[in-house]
């Protein structure tokens, strides 16, 4: 259970006895109600992650509603997008271990979740990890209609591993993983997903040139 489930709960409990007292017991039902919803939107399961190298998993529960192609800089990138109702577990996992590299938070408008504009205009937390292997990997924590906070963490220079906890998007939101090109996907659009557990991709090996003598170029595997 992420804590702010108490947060928000605890004073639904409390109005709904104080009115089951003042008034009538029937009266306390809806606060009631409305707690044990809180309770239950902040759960935190326990999720079995992944071990195989190069492995990038989910970095949150919901439904795969886009892959596709994009250019991030100047390099070309795979990104994965999946949406998260408010009936989907909202803690974010780190796709991959790594090094945060760098955290930026962008403040924008709060469209639905699943339209593709939402990846660019909605409020959203944009993070990059730097892999073990020297592949980067980006994650974006988006906000959706509903949510209105962002929870993030870590810190640039921290150390994550695969399927760590990272933080939350509080209510309806959407989660992006970007990766290199030449990544070997393992989902598409319609697949569920869930956060640290579920393989969205393999990352392949990094391969740079090594000079050998004055004509000579072998490949090396990082």
């Excluded at 596709?68 to 997008?81: E, F």
């Excluded at 109702?85 to 979740?113: E, K, T, W």
């Excluded at 963490?153 to 939350?168: I, S």
Aim: hydrophobic share 45%; no cysteine.
């Amino acid at each position: 259970m992420v804590r702010d489930g108490y947060f928000y709960a605890a004073p639904l409990i409390a109005a709904g006895i104080l009115l089951g007292w003042l008034l009538t017991p029937a009266w306390g039902i809806a606060p009631a109600v409305l707690a044990f919803f809180f309770l239950w939107f902040f759960r935190d399961p326990e999720r079995a992650i992944p071990p195989e190298a190069g492995a990038v998993v989910s970095a949150g529960d919901g439904t795969v509603t886009d892959v596709s192609t994009v250019s991030l800089g100047n390099r070309s990138q795979v990104r994965i997008s999946i949406f998260l109702s408010v009936f989907n577990v909202h803690v974010n996992r780190s796709p991959i271990a790594g090094v945060v590299r760098d955290i930026r938070y962008r403040r924008g408008q709060f469209m639905n979740a699943m339209s593709k504009m939402s990846a660019e205009q909605n409020e959203q937390n944009i993070v990059t990890v730097e892999g073990d292997d020297g592949q980067t990997v980006v994650f974006k924590q988006i906000a959706g209609i509903l949510a209105r906070r962002i929870v993030f963490h870590p810190k640039v220079g921290d150390r994550l591993e695969r399927g760590q906890r990272v933080g939350l998007i509080k209510f309806g939101s959407r989660v992006d993983v970007l990766m290199d090109a030449s990544a070997q996907i393992g989902v598409k659009v319609g697949d569920r997903v869930k956060g640290g557990a579920s393989v969205l991709a393999h990352l392949q090996p990094q391969r740079e040139l090594v000079s050998v003598g004055s004509d000579a170029v072998v490949q090396r595997v990082r």
